[in-house]
């Protein structure tokens, strides 16, 4: 299917568009950037725009001057109105699939979101953040550069996050702390009571191995996360 791009939409040198998407009015969209299948980008979005730390250069990148590793997203994601996501300094920014990113939340340079994420409005994630799969941030919520926010978490609204978000934990407050278990996230995941119950002390970090028996996506999910966080 074709895409609809508003006229005052501004699509720079080397981007790339697929099929299907919506780009919103007044829309900025920089090179390099790639852009997948079926998403919608709303009105006053910002994506490709210069890594923000203060050796960067800065360049015009709705006149064609491009130079970095740029953005990648995937499809059906869905990017409201006056977000930002800017380009990578060291590696390309990337938005997976499914996501959604609500009103005026930024993704800096360098980070990674995974699949199936809600960033709700106003948050800021700062550079060479990694988000997993499934997780939920809540509004106004700041995160520091260089955090990893683990797979189903969830995150209250204006928390201050400085530090590494457990895999399916709840997380909130400024400074954060970890209040429990994200029991929601687990059951949309096929957990009954008895797997909730066999997770609790893997995720709370009382167990360090995943426990048997569980659904066969969430099981690899969670490997996944605990093969990353032994690497650092």
Known sequence: MANRIHETAIIGKDVEIGDDNVIGPYT??????????????????????????????????????????????????????????????????????????????????????????????????????????GSNIGLGTVVHQGTQIGPGAMIGLGSAIRKEVGAFTITLGNPARTTGVNVIGLSRRGCDEAAIAALTGFLTGKEAEVPAGLPEELAALLKAWTERSNEH
């Open 28 to 133: 900025v969209i920089a090179g390099p950037t790639r852009i997948g299948d079926g998403n919608f980008i709303g009105p006053h979005v910002s994506i490709g725009g210069p890594a923000e730390f203060l050796s960067a250069p800065h360049l015009a990148g709705w006149d064609g001057e491009n130079d970095g590793p740029g953005v990648v997203i995937g499809d059906r994601n869905r990017i409201r109105e006056f977000v930002t996501i800017n380009q990578g300094a060291k590696d390309a920014t990337r938005l997976g699939n499914d996501n959604y990113v609500m009103g005026r939340a930024h993704i800096a340079h360098d980070c990674v979101v995974d699949n199936s994420v809600v960033i709700t409005s106003a948050v800021q994630i700062a550079g060479h953040c990694h988000v997993w799969s």
